[in-house]
């Protein structure tokens, strides 16, 4: 029968001396992962799926950056080579999409931390943009500097765009500076192979609309907030940012301006749409909340 040549077939294949294996981890790589999860999460409303963001988040925070330097590669329970741009601004990016699925200040926390690392390895004032090595990486010929997104986004397309939607959040103006000089420098490569430079074109449209800044502010497990929620990410609503908090405490909101002075609407769960940090006037109800989004 078939199913006994196939166990013939496997029998015979064990004898043969096994294909390596390629079973590291990689920062880059996850903190694409991380992104797709968080925002899975939301849209398809799956536990599931957060459960594994919040872990691979976890994950990537304490064994990938052992001595607070982010590291390449993760294999047999060790963390080795420093990480490259991409890795930085992959797994910022990550971070950022969590903190937006769960509004729990770590995370966004962490994505700064590791933005303004970013800064500091990487960016070089005298290009006007990221290397792709830091500066505390062994001396090389050349210091490489991909432009290209292709197979998965360059480094520097993800750093811009990552810094973009942190000046919205923190409201820090230098991040929106140094995300902006990159894209006006390869104004030409978007212009001229526009299919190698998407994430580029997506960081430039998100950084010449007037992005909406989208607060909600409630308990999670609220089923009002679950509808507010709903609004924003059961449909796409292109180039905003969410912040959100389940009530505003003293201490929790430094450094997020859209949740100064947010608080729930006579004790409901409150969504505040504002452009330039200047709000529509706040919604409890789905539907409205929908009008004000524009969808």
Same mark, same amino acid.
């Given at each position: 029968?078939?199913e006994?040549? =196939? ?9 043969? %001396? ?6 590291k ?16 999460? &939301?849209v ?8 594994a963001?919040? !872990? ?23 963390? =080795? ?5 991409? #890795?930085?601004? /992959? ?5 950022? @999409?969590?903190?937006? +699925?769960? /509004? ?11 933005? #303004? ?6 960016? $070089?004032?005298?290009?006007?943009? /990221? ?10 010929v ?6 290209? $997104?292709?197979? &998965?986004?360059?480094?520097?397309s993800?750093?811009?765009e ?6 919205? %959040?923190?409201? !820090? ?5 140094? @995300? +902006? %000089?990159p894209?006006r ?30 607060? %909600?502010?409630?308990?999670?497990t609220?089923?009002?907030t679950? *509808?507010?929620? #709903?609004?924003? /990410?059961?449909r796409?609503?292109?180039? !905003?940012?969410?912040?959100? +908090?389940?009530?505003? &405490?003293?201490? @929790?909101? $430094?450094?997020?301006?859209?949740? *100064?002075a ?22 409890t #109800?789905a539907? @409205?909340?929908?009008? &004000?989004?524009?969808?």
């Open positions: 029968t078939v006994s040549t =196939k166990d013939l077939l496997r029998l015979a294949r064990e004898q043969r %001396i096994h294909p390596m294996r390629d079973d981890v990689l920062s880059s790589w996850n903190g694409l992962m991380l992104r797709a999860f968080a925002e899975a999460a &939301q398809f409303d799956r536990k599931d799926y957060l459960e963001a919040i !872990k691979n988040a976890e994950f990537l925070t304490s064994h990938m950056a052992p001595e607070g330097r982010l590291l390449r590669t993760y294999r047999n329970g060790e963390a =080795k080579l420093l990480a490259y741009l991409e #890795d930085y601004a /992959f797994v910022a990016d990550g971070l950022l @999409a969590l903190y937006q +699925a769960t /509004f729990q200040p770590r995370w966004l926390e962490e994505a700064v931390k590791l933005a #303004d690392s970013m800064i500091d390895l990487f960016w $070089d004032d005298g290009v006007g943009g /990221f290397y792709d090595t830091g500066r505390d990486h062994e001396d090389l050349v210091r490489p500097r991909d432009n290209f $997104d292709n197979a &998965q986004p360059c480094g520097g993800v750093a811009s990552v810094l973009l939607r942190l000046a919205v %959040i923190t409201g !820090k103006e230098e991040y929106a500076t140094k @995300a +902006a %000089i894209l420098a390869l104004s030409q490569l978007m212009s001229r192979s526009p299919m190698g430079a998407g994430q580029w074109l997506g960081a430039l449209d998100f950084y010449l609309s007037q992005p909406k800044e989208i607060a %909600i502010i409630g308990p999670r609220n089923p009002a679950v *509808e507010l929620l #709903d609004a924003v /990410f059961g796409f609503v292109p180039n !905003k940012v969410v912040v959100g +908090a389940e009530s505003p &405490q003293p201490g @929790a909101l $430094d450094g997020n301006p859209l949740l *100064e947010r608080d729930m609407s006579g004790g409901k769960p409150t969504a505040y749409v504002c452009q330039n940090y200047v709000c529509q006037l706040p919604v #109800d539907k @409205a909340l929908e009008e &004000q989004l524009g969808v």
